[in-house]
């Protein structure tokens, strides 16, 4: 967090200002860009957050997210544009002195990121864009001017984070961070089944959880996944299955060499 904003105060860009927030699934992007926000709001006129765009775009379409958008930022509950109400100078001139807010979360697409909000070109100076994706391609297509990475947890962190949820022997715990390698998404998954009930061995339990994921995990990276092309997929289930543990180099002449 304090990262994060350090790297939006600091920031000298004489155009609009975009930054990217990237990161694996459950890594918490989610929860940092919402904080950030949060805590930006009072510096802006127009603030607008859309969680989950990557899938509110596949539910409501093009038109329906871009209608919602203008509607938040015109200040009028129902607004249908076409293409000829947001020439660039039509919008540079409306909301020129004000200072507007965006953080769109989970862009899978650089090109519905932009045509949801009727393109980059219209947001000047005073003007934030924040985006989070798990892909940092997607962020250099959007044209972010900072990328910054989430890392996973260090052992510290993780460790507070469990002391929040759950009363238990420090071996409980050292075992959740061990099995949630420093995911956020997945230790509170893990802690949150390890509290709900009554076990005997907390180990042979993880152990179960691991094999038979909470769908709160599953499906996050289920999503991830599902976000791949073909080839991308086929790479990634032939690491899965054929590779796990292999020294990284080795594999990836490997897979070069098959294309």
């Given at each position: 967090?304090?990262?994060i904003?350090?790297?939006?105060?600091?920031?000298?860009c004489?155009?609009?200002?975009?930054?990217?927030?990237?990161?694996?699934?459950?890594?918490?992007?989610?929860?940092?860009?919402?904080?950030?926000?949060?805590?930006?709001?009072?510096?802006?006129?127009l603030?607008?957050?859309?969680?989950d765009?990557?899938?509110?775009?596949?539910?409501k379409?093009?038109?329906?997210l871009?209608?919602?958008?203008?509607?938040k930022?015109?200040?009028e509950?129902?607004?249908?544009?076409?293409?000829?109400?947001?020439?660039?100078?039509f919008?540079?001139?409306?909301?020129?002195?004000?200072?507007?807010?965006v953080?769109?979360?989970?862009?899978?697409?650089?090109?519905?990121?932009e045509a949801v909000?009727?393109?980059?070109g219209?947001f000047?100076?005073?003007?934030?864009?924040i985006?989070t994706s798990r892909?940092k391609?997607?962020?250099?297509q959007?044209?972010?001017?900072?990328?910054?990475?989430?890392?996973?947890?260090?052992?510290?962190e993780?460790?507070?984070l469990?002391?929040?949820y759950?009363?238990?022997?420090?071996?409980?715990?050292?075992?959740?961070?061990s099995?949630?390698?420093g995911i956020?998404?997945?230790l509170?998954?893990?802690v949150?089944?390890?509290?709900?009930?009554?076990?005997?061995?907390?180990?042979?339990?993880?152990?179960?959880?691991?094999?038979?994921?909470?769908?709160?995990i599953?499906?996050?990276?289920?999503?991830?996944?599902?976000g791949?092309?073909?080839?991308?997929?086929?790479?990634?289930?032939?690491?899965?299955?054929?590779?796990?543990g292999?020294?990284?180099?080795?594999?990836?002449?490997?897979l070069?060499?098959?294309?």
């Amino acid at each position: 967090m304090v990262e994060i904003l350090s790297l939006l105060e600091h920031s000298e860009c004489l155009d609009v200002e975009i930054f990217g927030l990237w990161g694996m699934p459950g890594i918490g992007k989610t929860s940092l860009a919402r904080e950030v926000f949060e805590i930006l709001v009072p510096q802006y006129d127009l603030c607008y957050f859309l969680q989950d765009f990557h899938l509110e775009f596949e539910m409501k379409g093009l038109w329906q997210l871009r209608d919602d958008f203008f509607s938040k930022i015109f200040g009028e509950e129902t607004l249908s544009l076409d293409a000829s109400d947001t020439k660039l100078s039509f919008m540079r001139d409306r909301f020129h002195n004000k200072r507007i807010l965006v953080v769109l979360d989970d862009v899978s697409n650089a090109r519905d990121a932009e045509a949801v909000l009727g393109g980059f070109g219209w947001f000047s100076k005073g003007h934030t864009i924040i985006l989070t994706s798990r892909k940092k391609q997607v962020l250099v297509q959007c044209k972010a001017k900072e990328l910054y990475e989430i890392q996973k947890l260090c052992e510290f962190e993780s460790f507070r984070l469990c002391k929040q949820y759950l009363n238990e022997e420090s071996e409980v715990i050292s075992e959740l961070i061990s099995c949630s390698s420093g995911i956020p998404l997945v230790l509170k998954a893990l802690v949150s089944s390890v509290s709900k009930r009554h076990i005997n061995s907390v180990k042979e339990h993880l152990w179960f959880l691991l094999e038979n994921s909470p769908s709160l995990i599953e499906g996050a990276f289920r999503r991830s996944f599902d976000g791949l092309d073909e080839n991308e997929k086929n790479i990634f289930l032939d690491i899965a299955c054929f590779f796990r543990g292999v020294d990284m180099d080795h594999v990836v002449q490997i897979l070069d060499a098959c294309g």
